[in-house]
């Protein structure tokens, strides 16, 4: 755990009213509920510096497009990796960071002694061109990875306008206000007003667009520790996007997402007969104690399903869809269980697609789904919920550099989130890069060697 907290960079006092109105202006939905509190309490007048800080900061529902500079010239790999993991929140939410050397518009700098920091959403679009909205203190390429995880994420849900999750009432009662100023005066070097702000004034939830439930997880939460709280137990933080943090920024920022086979715990997960395992992207291994039998492990896993899974993909809307035979389960990733009225037909809920015996299903970058049966695939718009004209069609000739053995047919597919799909057949696996639209060379290769701890063969999905 890093020694270093972040703060919620704030603007000086005669910027908050413009910096309120220009939030309003870029999102309506940022504006406080004044009626609700009219409605409270007639012919209340509330100062507009008041309304100031009862204003959300979040970019508009349509999505988020905003370009990235550096203010300190890092090298080329760092800064592909810190964007990286900004872009990390697309997987989920309609996001999207992209360097520019021109006038950017989230500006990074690299100050040593400077703390972690971001400006609030809107808040960056009134901070000078000259100055970074952003500080990520003294990183390089040998900060360990869970680092790049932990913070640059967490500074980028500030700059997406996500306020810090400890500050949620249920936790702020929690917290020895006393030892919290002493504590983070001490590790900090804040003063006593500073802690106050960023850590014992809790979120005012009628004013605040906020998600239904405390998360302690979240990876907007700081780690607390027990000293400073009340009942001696820490608040555990978040160390990387968790599930109710997905589906909030989902919620906040719908429409079209980065796809992945990669859940928001950073796991893919892939079965065989009656087992599955769980593989971790990070370390590119399977996680130890796996293989785990499928039924007693998913939450209103139908018995039906329990072996003999033909297809998986995680879809963009916090749902991953399980195909079997000729039907299908659907299960809601942040409540961890299946959906009530599962399994149901394939025929009935997937215009278009094939009615059973599915081989493997995958969301590609353009919208589009990609499920595939025997020699031949479909091409499912997504948001037009059906397959497009035209389909099925043949694997090949249509999917470069696929070998003849997988344009027959394959067992499974995964996205990852470095540009490339995976494609398992037999003992064999191909990767399919995405922006060059082709199999990269030197594929197939053996499963078996390149995927620690996965069986070596016929893998179901």
């Not at 510096?49 to 090298?75: C, I, M, Q």
């Not at 715990?265 to 395992?277: C, D, E, I, T």
């Not at 399903?305 to 990733?333: E, H, P, T």
Request: net charge negative.
């Amino acid at each position: 755990m890093s020694d270093i907290s972040c703060t919620i960079k704030t603007l000086p006092e005669d910027k908050r009213i413009e910096a309120a109105n220009k939030a309003v202006e870029v999102n309506p939905a940022n504006a406080p509920a004044t009626d609700a509190f009219r409605e409270a309490m007639p012919g209340i007048v509330i100062p507009p510096e008041h309304l100031a800080v009862l204003t959300a900061k979040y970019w508009g529902s349509g999505g988020v497009r905003l370009t990235v500079g550096f203010l300190d010239n890092p090298p080329a790999d760092l800064r592909a990796r810190i964007i990286f993991h900004m872009n990390s929140w697309g997987a989920w939410a309609n996001v999207r960071f992209v360097e520019t050397a021109v006038n950017p518009q989230i500006r990074i700098a690299r100050t040593a002694g400077d703390g972690y920091w971001s400006n609030l959403g809107t808040d960056v679009l009134l901070v000078p061109a000259n100055l970074p909205t952003m500080n990520l203190d003294s990183f390089t390429m040998n900060i360990e990875d869970s680092e790049f995880y932990r913070v640059v994420r967490h500074e980028t849900g500030h700059t997406l306008g996500f306020p810090h999750e400890h500050k949620r009432q249920e936790i702020v009662n929690r917290i020895d206000r006393d030892k919290a100023i002493d504590y983070f005066g001490r590790t900090q070097g804040w003063t006593p007003e500073m802690v106050i702000a960023q850590v014992l004034t809790p979120l005012d939830n009628s004013a605040l667009i906020a998600s239904a439930q405390t998360d302690i997880n979240s990876i907007m939460c700081y780690w607390l520790p027990a000293s400073i709280m009340k009942d001696g137990i820490a608040v555990a933080g978040g160390n990387d996007i968790d599930a109710l943090d997905a589906q909030f920024a989902g919620t906040v920022y719908p429409g079209a997402v980065a796809p992945t086979s990669i859940w928001p715990n950073g796991k893919a997960y892939l079965f065989k007969g009656a087992q599955y395992v769980r593989y971790d992207a990070k370390t590119d291994k399977v996680d130890s104690g796996y293989p785990v039998p499928i039924l007693g492990n998913w939450p209103g896993w139908p018995a039906l399903f329990g072996s003999g899974i033909d297809a998986g993909v995680l879809w963009n809307n916090g749902k991953a869809y399980y195909f079997k035979g000729s039907q299908y389960i659907r299960y809601d990733i942040a409540a961890d269980k299946v959906d009530p009225g599962y399994p149901a037909a394939i025929a009935a809920n997937w215009p278009g697609l094939w009615a059973d015996n599915i081989d493997a299903a995958i969301v590609w970058p353009n919208s589009k789904a990609y499920f595939f049966k025997g020699s031949q695939y479909m091409r499912y718009d997504i948001a037009a919920d059906k397959v497009d004209p035209g389909y099925p069609a043949a694997i090949a000739g249509n999917w470069p550099g696929f070998p003849a053995s997988f344009a027959a047919g394959v067992n499974a597919a995964v996205l990852w989130n470095n540009g490339k799909a995976y494609f398992f057949k037999g003992n064999e696996y191909i990767r399919y890069d995405i922006a060059a639209d082709k199999v990269d060379p030197g594929y197939p290769a053996a499963i078996a060697g390149n995927w620690p701890g996965l069986w070596g063969d016929n893998i179901d999905a």
